[in-house]
């Protein structure tokens, strides 16, 4: 069993930042993928980043050198720096645990971004 809360998202003006923070309990091993998802009204969740046990990195094409997932395998929790925000990045973004070798998905329950000046 697995539960990820995430934190940190809000109000933000164009061209500003945040912080998300998502909080794993349970078991989490570094062959799990962790990652942030998004999804806007009426539209399908996109992956925006992911990050193995390693470190190795994945971003959308969208977001590429604006954000930045970090992960702490010690404290089992994943964050997305977010620079440069548009009001295109206005989602509720969720956290996700995909797990190896079943392929399992465990996702938070979201946090509201709202880009707008």
């Known amino acids: 069993q697995v539960q990820l809360v995430e934190s940190g998202g809000g109000l933000v003006q164009p061209g500003g930042s945040l912080r998300l923070s998502c909080a794993a309990s349970?078991?989490?091993?570094?062959?799990?993928?962790m990652g942030w998802y998004r999804q806007a009204p009426g539209k399908k969740r996109e992956l925006v980043a992911d990050?193995?046990?390693?470190?190795?990195?994945n971003y959308a094409d969208a977001v590429k050198g604006r954000f930045t997932i970090s992960r702490d395998n010690g404290k089992n929790t994943v964050s997305l720096q977010m620079n440069s925000l548009k009001p295109e990045d206005t989602a509720v973004y969720y956290c996700?645990?995909?797990?190896?070798?079943?392929?399992?998905?465990?996702w938070g329950q979201g946090t509201q971004v709202i880009v707008s000046s």
């Open positions: 996700n645990v995909r797990r190896w070798p079943s392929a399992y998905y465990y």
């Open positions: 990050i193995t046990g390693r470190g190795s990195t």
């Open positions: 349970g078991n989490i091993y570094t062959s799990d993928v």
